[in-house]
Every structure is written in structure tokens, then in C-alpha cells.
């Protein structure tokens, strides 16, 4: 089995982690400064979102430069040696690369508009003509370009031009972006939008759909299907040249930002050598209901579609979406439940930083975001959004690391932050947690030791357990002769009942018990247990 089927994640929005030279801009410097940290965390690899040139009109991932590094995050040697400190504390780091588009800052792109006959002429997609195409964020992806009287496409936001990977230099030249950071030590790649990669090459109009806005595991939406813009047959060939490329440097990891239902988000995997991406998001599961049915189908569909030697990630929040203690009503008991999960079944666990502590958003004006994406819908009322639960200003849940009660959370000595600090950090902070016996942050402590601890809960395989009480949901991981069960309590109310003898390794609640073969499971309350050989 891969390394990169057994590590936990834990995500880095590099710009509000940790500011090291109290501009009010989380930086390079300042997550090798928290190193010990995350290591005392127990989490096994970084994912750093995007630190390289950028103009930052989408803050990262509108890139000018794929080999440098932008100057409020340090400098290549702050990369170089965030990369040798993370591996001195025995951890891997996987950049996030953004290969669908470029800046329109980039000098490719500034090239490539200024005439039809340049060198770079054919590096990006043009069209005299519009099609109907819509970008992943609303509108028309087509813009116009005077300099040489064509339409660009972008996928996403219209300063984001896509790159045309049906040009071979193209193509090349990205892999040797790949290659000199794979050079560098780089464990690997979470990949942006690496659906979108492909369009059709005939340019076809996209159907029309009844359907008005996109859903995680369901991409159409502004009335139109997605078939000749996403998910394209060379999207996923795509993925298995990557990974020869990858190949190259040994165990890399290529993590996947893809949307589209299981079946879909399979495909980039590879056939039944694994030779494609190693992982890939399913998001659906960032809409979660606090179920135990809906867990226990979610369960049911994942195991089906990535069973060995596949393997899924759970993620319940990303620097896109809400935090998920925002889908729990900011209760503290639901997601030190929503984690014995994420931490226990089969699956690599990727968790977004601050939400070890559960730090909440923030809801802040669209109208001045700094966030690109609230600008384009700012004459929709907010509570459209909220009643649909979707995240438009990603400003609210990128707000700095809450680490202490002092001035800006201990986030920065700054007189001013680039985004707030949320109001609530003299409550919700690293160090009073540390502080608190069950806290949300030592209960992930724990939970992560046990599962560096006990391989089952890496390798072994998952069965659900039938016959629980309503609410309760039950699953085992089984390697050879190891065998251990989990069992949640989704209601607030307490179930008793019987199951065969055991010893617990971990209780979520204090008043959780487990007698012979009697188990009586607080509200909220979960626990794991060794059954015997």
C-alpha cells in the first residue's frame, strides 16, 4: 500500500496560518515556525495552498510564476527549507498546483493576446466566436481580447485564462514545472480544478439544463450541462501521463480536485493498477447531514466505488467552503463526533487548519470582500445564499489561525490583518484548548495517536455493523487477525445495547460504557474498541 493511502492531511491556507514578519500576512517562515505543532498534532502530511507569483486577484491560485515564489510568503529558500524541516520531523509536503490556468498576468498569457502570430499564439484557447459555455462561477467564460480580436476562455474567474493542453509545448512545459519541484523534494500535488483540464475540441454548446445552481457532487448548474467543459475522456489520460511523470521522482501523491458523482471521480484513478491520480476529492460529503443513515449510505456508495486497492479521502471543509462546525450549529459535541469518524474509517482524513479547535466563519459585507467571487453576485441577497447553503465570500472561512488570546489571536503582531481575526478567539484558541481535558483539539490529539497506532485503522478493510439502535452507527476495520469497531451515536439522547466482548481503546464521552457485552453510548458519544483475537 502506498504511504499516501495510509497519511492523514492536514490543509494550510499559507496566508492565515502564521505570520512571521508581522506584515499581517501569514507566510513560508511562519509554518516552519509551527512545525512542532502540527507534528505534536499527529498529522503525517501538508498540503500548503498556493504561495508562488501571483498579482493574488484570486489569492494563490491566479499564478504569474510556477517556479518562484510570491514575496509576501518569503523566498524560494523559505520553500527549500520548509521542505527539508518537514521531513526532518519525519512528515511529507504536497504543494498545491494550479495547472488549468495561468494569470492573465503570466507572460505566456500577455504574449499570447498581444497578436494571432506570436510564439505562444496557440498556448490558450481562442475563438472568434463565443459558444454558449458558462465558467464554474457563473456567466460566460468567453473575453474578449482587442489586442488580437478573440475570445479567451476561462474556466473559472475571467483573469484566469485556461491553458491549452492540446499543445504539446504546452503540456511539456507543465510537466517541467512538475519535474522542478518534484526535483526540490515535493511529495507531491493536490491538484486545482483538474477536471476542467480539457474541453471539447470541436467546441460544442454545452445542453441546457433545468438545473439553476451547481451542487458538490453534481457540477451543472446556470442552466446548462457540462458535457464538453468538464470531465472530458482526455482529462482522465491526462492523469495517468502525470503520473508516469511523477513516476520518475518514486511514491508521489497526486490528489485530485474533481467534481462529478463517484463514478465520475473514479475514472481519474486509473484502472485496476492504480496508475492514475493516487487520490481525489468526493465532494459531495462537504454537504454532510448529521445522520447516521446518511453516514452509513455515504459509507455504503464510497466503498463501492473505491474498494481496494483504491482509497477515498473524507473532507468536511476546505478553504472554499463553510467549516464544518458551521453544518453542526457550532456544537462542539457533533464534531468531536464528526471527527471520531473522519479519523476512524476507511479513507485518508484531510482536515483544514483551525478546524482541530473548531474555528467557526465569519461573516463579513459581500460588498466588501476581498474575495473576487461575492462582487459578481452582489445584487442577490445574502439569505438566498445562506438558504442554500452555499459559501460565496470565501473570505469568511480563511480568517487567521486562532492560536492564543492575545492581540490578532497570536496570528500576527501587525496593526492590521489581511482578513480579521474572528471575534470569537479569546474562546476558541489553540492555547486555552490545550488547556481544557476534552477539548475538540486533545480529543483530534488522541484520535490520531490511536490511529498511528493501531493499523487497522490505516489498512485494515470496513464492514458495517447491522442491528444498531436507530441513530447508531456502527462499521468495523479488519487487518489478518486485528479486528476493531467503531460506534457513533448520531442523536442526543442515550442507546444501550449488547454486542459480543471487548475492551475499549477510546471513549468520546465520559458517561460512554462498555461492560462485558452491555455498551451504553451517550448522546453524541463514540467510541472505539479492540475486539480480542
Not at 502525470?242 to 501523491?253: A, D, M
Not at 470569537?424 to 486533545?442: A, Q, T
Not at 439502535?469 to 456502527?474: E, F, I, M, T
Request: hydrophobic fraction near 35%.
Amino acid at each position: 500500500m502506498p504511504w499516501y493511502h495510509k497519511t492523514s492531511i492536514y490543509q494550510i491556507y499559507p496566508r492565515s496560518f502564521y505570520d512571521s514578519s508581522s506584515n499581517g500576512i501569514g507566510d513560508l517562515r511562519g509554518i516552519l515556525q509551527k512545525l512542532d505543532y502540527i507534528q505534536d498534532l499527529g498529522f503525517e502530511t501538508l498540503w500548503i495552498s498556493p504561495f508562488f507569483s501571483s498579482p493574488q486577484a484570486d489569492f494563490g491560485y491566479d499564478i504569474s510564476n510556477f517556479t518562484d515564489i510570491a514575496p509576501e510568503y518569503g523566498k524560494m529558500d523559505d520553500a527549500l527549507q520548509l521542505i527539508a524541516g518537514v521531513h526532518k520531523k519525519g512528515m511529507k509536503i504536497i504543494f498545491d498546483i494550479v495547472m488549468n490556468h495561468t494569470s492573465a498576468e503570466h507572460p505566456w498569457f500577455k504574449e499570447s493576446r498581444s497578436s494571432r502570430n506570436n510564439p505562444k499564439a496557440g498556448w490558450y484557447i481562442w475563438r472568434d466566436k463565443p459558444n454558449n459555455w458558462k465558467s464554474m462561477t457563473g456567466g460566460s467564460g468567453w473575453h474578449y481580447a482587442k489586442e488580437r480580436g478573440q475570445y479567451y476562455w476561462s474556466s473559472f474567474l475571467p483573469f484566469q485564462p485556461d491553458l491549452n493542453y492540446r499543445n504539446l509545448e504546452v503540456k511539456e512545459t507543465m510537466f517541467d514545472v512538475v519535474r522542478f519541484w518534484l526535483d526540490k523534494g515535493v511529495d507531491g500535488f493536490r491538484l486545482d480544478i483538474f477536471n476542467a483540464i480539457y474541453k471539447d475540441v470541436e467546441f460544442r454548446d454545452n445542453p441546457f439544463s433545468f438545473k439553476l445552481l451547481p451542487t458538490e457532487d453534481d457540477p451543472l448548474g446556470f442552466f446548462q450541462e457540462v458535457k464538453y467543459t468538464l470531465n472530458q475522456p482526455e482529462s482522465f489520460e491526462f492523469a495517468k501521463e502525470l503520473r508516469s511523470v511523477c513516476n520518475e521522482f518514486g511514491e508521489k501523491v497526486l490528489l485530485g480536485e474533481v467534481s462529478g458523482n463517484k463514478s465520475v471521480i473514479r475514472r481519474f484513478l486509473g484502472d485496476e493498477i492504480n496508475n492514475g491520480l493516487g487520490l481525489v476529492f468526493d465532494f459531495e460529503m462537504l454537504s454532510f447531514k448529521f445522520t447516521a443513515d446518511y453516514f452509513r449510505k455515504l459509507i455504503q456508495d464510497i466503498e463501492t466505488h473505491f474498494s481496494d486497492p483504491f482509497m477515498p479521502v473524507y473532507v468536511f471543509s476546505n478553504h472554499d467552503r463553510h467549516r464544518s462546525i458551521h453544518r453542526l450549529g457550532n456544537d462542539i459535541r457533533k464534531a468531536k463526533l464528526l471527527h471520531l469518524l473522519q479519523l476512524t474509517v476507511r479513507g485518508v482524513p484531510c482536515i483544514y487548519y483551525g478546524e482541530e479547535i473548531g474555528m467557526t466563519d465569519l461573516p463579513m459585507p459581500f460588498n466588501t470582500a476581498l474575495d473576487p467571487i461575492p462582487h459578481k453576485f452582489r445584487y442577490v441577497p445574502r439569505f438566498v445564499f445562506d438558504m442554500l447553503g452555499l459559501t460565496i465570500s470565501r473570505d469568511e472561512v480563511r480568517t487567521p489561525m486562532q492560536w492564543d488570546g492575545t492581540k490578532n489571536a497570536g496570528f500576527s503582531s501587525a496593526e492590521k490583518t489581511w482578513l480579521p481575526v474572528h471575534w470569537n478567539y479569546n474562546e476558541i484558541n489553540v492555547e486555552k484548548e490545550n488547556k481544557e481535558e476534552d477539548s475538540l483539539l486533545k480529543v483530534i490529539r488522541a484520535l490520531l495517536k490511536i490511529r498511528r497506532e493501531e493499523i487497522p485503522l490505516q489498512e485494515g478493510s470496513l464492514e458495517l455493523i447491522n442491528g444498531l439502535p436507530n441513530g447508531v452507527l456502527g462499521y468495523s476495520r479488519r487487518l489478518e487477525h486485528e479486528k476493531i469497531v467503531i460506534l457513533l451515536n448520531f442523536d442526543e439522547w442515550e442507546k444501550a445495547f449488547h454486542m459480543g466482548s471487548s475492551d475499549y481503546i477510546f471513549k468520546l464521552s465520559p458517561k460512554d460504557e462498555i461492560k462485558n457485552k452491555a455498551i451504553r453510548l451517550d448522546g453524541f458519544g463514540g467510541v472505539i474498541i479492540k475486539i480480542p483475537k
